[in-house]
C-alpha cells in the first residue's frame, strides 16, 4: 500500500479510545482533521441529553492558543473587535477577529488567564494570522492545541456531576468564569461555556489526564444521565440557540478565494462585537465606512412554517430571490423551525416576510415547498438556566 | 488649534516640493529634518578638508522640469551643467560613446547604431507614456472616480497610439529582464551592459532580474520630464537641496533642521502631530512623511499603531539595495586610456560584460564580496572647479554590487573592497591610485544610517511593478494617503517614485489640496 499518503491520515483526540468504545453507530466524520464521532447512538436522544440531563462533547480539536507577555492585551485588543479590557482574570469573552478589509476571519473565545496571559480558542487554525499580528508587540504566541484536551460537559445536570467529580462550588461559577481545580494531581480548569444555550461548562485538562477524566465523568454521571454527544447533536443545539459555526454560516475571510464571499461583523449579526470605541482594532477603518455606507447583507433568524428543515434553501421576496439559507433545523425543545440565512439588504430586517423554497425528498421522490417564514429577533429556544447563578440545582 | 496645516517630515527634494506646493495654495507647513542641510539626497558634504562631493545622489536627469519653473529653482540659485555623453570606458582605450540617438566606438557597427536609433525611438515611445501616468495620481483600477479614469482614459489614448507593433512589445518586454531585451536587440556586448547598467544601478538587481526593463524605462522617463540627459548641479546636489529649501521658505514655510523626528503621534484614531527626539512635540492637521514607507511606517509609526494587514504589508515592502559611493580626493587630474582631459567631464562608466554583471548578483544576495562592480563615475571638479583645491579633483562613483551586510563585517569588508574598487579603477586609469589623497567608501548600510534610507535603497524602495504605480508603496496605502488617518506619503516611495524627480512631492501636495483635507 505504497500509495497510503500518512499525511492525510485523520488524527485522533486524547478520548480517543473512550470516544471509540462508546461510538456504538462506529460513524465518524472528519472535524478538522480529527476522526471524531458524527453520532453515538441517537442523534435525538444525544440531542436531549443536552436539554434533559448530560451531554459530553469531546472539543479537543478545537485550536488553542496561548498569548503570553507585556503587550498580550494591547495585542488582543488590536487582534479582536471588541474591547479585551473589559475581560477580567478568570474570564472568558466570544470574540471574533477580522482582515483590514473589515471581513470575518474567524469566531472563538479568549480566556483570561491572568494579568498577562490569555488563550484563544478557535475553530481554525490561526498560527500564520497570530505570528503576523505580533509584529510591533512584545508578546509570545503558542499553539497549545495538543497540550490542552477539552470537553464540552452541558446540560440541567452538569454542575452536579462535576461537583462529584471534585469541582468544589462550581455553583457558584458564573457565566464565562473560570475555576481551576486538580484531578489526580493535574491541574483541570472549568469554564462556564459552551455551544448549547442552556447550562454548561467546557473542562479542560492536559491529555494525560484524559481517559481517566472521560472514566470518572461517566462513572459519576451515570445516574445522572450523563451521555456522549456527536456533532450532529451538537449542530441542533447549537442551531435553536442561536450560535453561528465557522465554514457554514460564514466563509473564514482568509480562505475565501472569490470576491465578495466573505462576510463582516454586522452582515452575521455581530455588530454588538464591535466597539467602535478603540482606536484601533484589525477591520475598524473599514467597518466604520461599511457603517456609514451600509453593508450588502444581513443575518435573519427566520422562524419557517411547517416541519421540513429549510437546509440550502433560496429564501425569496415575492418572486425575487433574496437571500440563501445557511444552517436549518427542526429545533426539538424549541419546536420551532429555524433557519439562518444571508439576506440582500435592505431585506431582512425584523418582521420581514419572506418564503423558503425548500426541496425535500420522499423515496426519490422531490417536493418543492414554499413555505412562508419570518424573520424572528432572537433564538426562540431560551433557557434562564444558562445566566443563573448559583447554578441551579435540576 | 493645530500648530501647523501640514508637517512634513524630511526636507529632502521631495518633502521640499511638497511643502513649496502647499505653501503656494496658502497653507501653513512645516519641514523638520534631522540633518542639518537641506536637500536630503541632494546633498553636498565636505568628506576631506577641501575636497566636496555629492555624497548621495550626483547627477540630475529626471527632475521635473515644470517644478524648477512652478517653484523658481533658477531663481533661488539652482545651476546645473551642460548635457554630458555616457563613456563607458573599454579596457583597450577604444571607448563606447553614447551620446542622444548616436553610439561610436568600441567597434560598434551600422547595424547596432541602427538598432540602438529604433531602440531609442522605442523606449521613448514607452516613457512618454510613463510620464502620463507620473504626472498624475496612480489611478485605481477598483473603486474608480472621475480623476481615476481620466488617467486611465488618457493611458488607453496613448496605448492605442503606440500601435500595434509597439503595444505588442511593450507587453511583450515590460515583465522581462533587460538582458534578454538587449540580446535581441544588440550585437555589440560593450553597448548591451552600458544600457544594462542603467537598468540595475541603485536596485538590488542584475541584468537578467525581472523588472530591469522597467527600471530602465523608468529613468528613461527623465527625458519627457524636460530633462536633457545626464547633467550636474554647480556647487554639488546639495545646491539644489539649498535651492529647493529657499524657494520653499520664499512660499513661507518654515524649514527647521537638525530637528529629527522620533515618532509620529497618534491620538485616538488619527495622526496629530510629530515628536522630535527633542522632545518637542509638534501638531498639524496632517503628517505628511517624505521618508522611506519603512520608516515612516515602522520606525515612525509603529505597527502596534496599525491594522495587522498594513504592517504585513510594511514587512513585505522590498527596499533593499547593492549600490555604494565611492568618493576619492586627487591630488591632480587622472589620466584614462584613450580619453582627452575635457572628456573627464562627461559620466564615465566602467561595467563587466552582462554575463559578469550576472555573476557579480550572487555573492551579493549571499551576502560576499564581489570580484566585479559597475561604475558610474563623475569627475565633477572638472566642469565646477568650486568643489575642489585649484588643481585638484574630486571623482565620486556609484558602486554597483555590493552587499548590504557582508558575513565578514564591513570592518573587515571595507579596505577589502576600497582596494578592489581602485585596483579596477587603476586598469582604466593607470596612476590613479597615487593621486589618491583621502577616500571614502560608502556602503549601503551607511547610506541607510545618513540619508535615512531602508535598506539604502535610494528609490524608497525597489522599483519593480509590484511596488508601482496603484501599487505604490503597497495595496491600501496609495495615492498619497495611508490607511491610517491624517498621513500621507509624498516621498520616493510612493507613486511615480525613484530617484531625484520631484514628482511624489508635487503629485502628493496636489492630491492633498484636490482631496481638500486641509481648508
Known sequence: MSDFNREARLLTTPFHSRVAAMCDL???????????????????????????????????????????GPDAERYLNRLITRDVTKIGVNRVGY??????????????????????????????????WLAWNTLGFDVSIENESDAVAGLAVQGPTSCT???????????????FGIAHYTFEGRPLMVSRTGFTGDLGYEVWVPPESAEALWDQLFELGRDYLIKPIGSHALELARIEAGFLQAKVDFMPAEEIVRVGRSRSPFELGLSWLVDFSKPLFNGRAALLKEQANGSRYRFAMLDVEGNKPAEHSFILKGDKQVGTVTSAAWCPTAKANIAYAQIEMPHGAVGDELVAEIYYQRELHWTRLLAPCKVIDAPIFKSPKRWQTPAPPH | MTDYDAVIIGAGHNGLVCASYLAKAGKKVLVVDGRSEPGGCASTREFTPGFRVSDCAQWLSQFDQSIIKDLDLKGAGLTTGKAKATISLQADGNHLILEGDSITGAGVDSADQAAYRDFKNMVRRFAKLMTTLYRSRPPKLVEQNWTDRLTLIKLGIGLKLLGREYLRDLMRIVMINIYDVMNEHFSNAA?????????????????????????????????????????????????????????AERQGVTVQLGSAVSAIVKTEDRVTGVSLTSGETISATLVISSADPTTTFRDLLGYDQMEAGMAKRV???????????????LSALPTFNGLSASQLSERLVITPSMDGMETALNPMKYRELSELHTFDISIASVEDPSLAPSGQHVLTAIVHYVPYAPDIGWDAGKPKLLNHLLSQLEAYAP????????????????????????????????????????????????????????LYLCGAGAHPGGGLQGLPGRNAAKEILRRGVLS
Open chain 1, 26 to 68: 462506529n460513524d465518524w466524520g472528519n472535524w478538522m482533521g480529527y476522526t471524531t464521532p458524527n453520532a453515538y447512538f441517537d442523534v435525538e436522544l444525544e440531542y436531549f441529553s443536552v436539554r434533559s440531563t448530560t451531554g459530553v462533547f469531546d472539543l479537543s480539536p478545537m485550536n488553542k492558543y496561548r498569548v503570553t
Open chain 1, 95 to 128: 470574540a471574533i477577529w477580522c482582515d483590514d478589509n473589515g471581513q470575518v476571519i474567524d469566531d472563538g473565545t479568549i480566556f483570561r488567564l491572568g494579568e498577562e496571559d490569555y488563550r484563544i480558542c478557535s475553530y481554525q487554525r490561526a498560527d500564520d
Open chain 1, 161 to 175: 456531576v462535576l461537583t462529584l467529580l471534585g469541582c468544589t462550588d462550581l455553583n457558584q461559577l458564573k457565566p
Open chain 2, 191 to 247: 553597448l548591451k551592459s552600458a544600457i544594462a547598467l542603467d537598468a540595475v544601478t541603485g536596485t538590488n538587481m542584475g541584468p537578467r532580474s525581472p523588472n530591469t526593463v522597467f527600471s530602465y524605462l523608468h529613468r528613461a522617463t527623465g527625458e519627457h520630464l524636460g530633462q536633457s540627459g545626464t547633467t550636474q548641479v554647480m556647487g554639488g546636489m546639495g545646491a539644489l537641496g539649498r535651492s529647493l529649501a529657499a524657494a
Open chain 2, 315 to 329: 514587512e513585505h515592502y522590498r527596499s533593499r539595495s547593492g549600490t555604494a559611493k565611492l568618493h576619492l580626493a
Open chain 2, 431 to 486: 596612476g590613479i591610485g597615487a593621486l589618491v589623497t583621502a577616500s571614502e567608501l560608502v556602503v549601503p548600510s551607511e547610506l541607510e544610517a545618513s540619508h535615512g534610507m531602508t535598506g539604502g535603497n535610494w528609490h524608497h524602495g525597489e522599483l519593480s511593478i509590484d511596488q508601482a504605480l496603484m501599487m505604490r508603496p503597497f495595496p491600501g496605502s496609495t495615492q498619497y494617503a495611508t490607511a491610517v488617518e491624517g
